[in-house]
């Protein structure tokens, strides 16, 4: 949305247009309902989180001033909202955790299939192919998305954060930095890290046979 | 034939592609991973395999809002709406 597109949207929500609501919950509710996931434990406390966020959002909408984009403001109250939730209710996920995941020093690719010494080291030893020949069908199926799922399922909290936002979502760097609070660096090594997973499992499925073509 | 063209290696390569991609690399540094690419069949594939995967997480689906849901936010609208009226 642009800043204009902004205006009006708040401008409606203040006089109380029902319709404008509607519309900014069916954009924006599923997608933080994904964020919402990478800070609380069970899919019911963030549920509860996102309820409080639009709650958050009109009790908050005489105070929004246009200095952030809407959505990177309601992006915000969710992130607030979460983790003093996640925090209150002792979730799984350590508090360190909410800056970084830990393993984000691991290479993006498995050592094993780069050549390890000589003039070669460094190089690949078991390149990865092209999906080029792969049907777009099959790159595309629910199967395949389902897979994808799984993957930033698994991944560590803020990775899927990261992921959620840049990747399912489309905001950019600097818009996932604001919301999530981390630097641009800092953001990017997350990302990449939350990719190259995503990737690899990718690699794996889609190297296996298509089920039902033997194999 | 030689493995470390333009001084980056396949394996430093792959740790690049979120930065490449974003447009956020250094001017020589960017010149240095495009002259690998050029020559270089499996990070080609590699690249190309990234991209494919950020375009299918971006093809997943986001989700309707289930209508209860909906209708439970419209009602605390309209209460807060109504409270504001009479404010």
């Known amino acids: 949305m642009t800043p204009d597109e902004d205006v009006a949207l708040v401008e409606a929500l203040r006089r109380g247009d029902e319709k404008a609501f509607a519309a900014l919950v069916d954009r924006y509710h599923s997608s933080l309902l994904r964020l919402a996931m990478s800070y609380v434990a069970t899919r019911e406390q963030a549920e509860d989180v996102v309820q409080e966020t639009w709650l958050g959002v009109l009790n908050g909408i005489d105070r929004f001033e246009g200095r952030s984009s809407l959505k990177t403001w309601i992006f915000r109250i969710l992130v607030n909202r979460a983790k003093t939730k996640g925090v209150r209710e002792r979730r799984s996920v350590p508090f360190s955790s909410l800056e970084g995941d830990g393993d984000e020093n691991q290479p993006s690719v498995d050592a094993s299939r780069f050549q390890e010494g000589g003039r070669s080291a460094g190089a690949w030893s078991a390149p990865p192919e092209s999906w080029e020949g792969i049907p777009e069908d099959r790159l595309l199926s629910g199967e395949t998305r389902m897979v994808v799922e799984e993957a930033i399922a698994l991944l560590p909290a803020m990775q899927r954060a990261v992921i959620t936002l840049r990747d399912v979502r489309g905001f950019t760097a600097q818009e996932a930095c604001d919301v999530l609070g981390l630097t641009e660096a800092n953001q990017r090594v997350l990302l990449h890290r939350a990719r190259s997973k995503v990737r690899a499992r990718l690699e794996e499925y889609l190297s296996a046979e298509p089920a039902g073509v033997g194999g | ?87």
């Open chain 2, 1 to 87: 034939m030689t493995f470390r063209r333009h001084g980056l290696t396949c394996q430093q390569v792959v740790e690049l592609v979120t930065e490449y991609l974003d447009g956020v690399m250094e001017p020589r540094r960017r010149a240095r991973f495009e002259a690998h690419l050029d020559g270089c069949d499996g990070c080609t594939a590699y690249l190309e395999q990234f991209r494919s995967t950020v375009a299918v997480i971006g093809r997943l689906d986001v989700g309707d809002v289930p209508a209860p849901v909906m209708s439970e936010l419209l009602s605390a609208f309209r209460n807060w709406s109504d409270d504001r009226d009479g404010a």
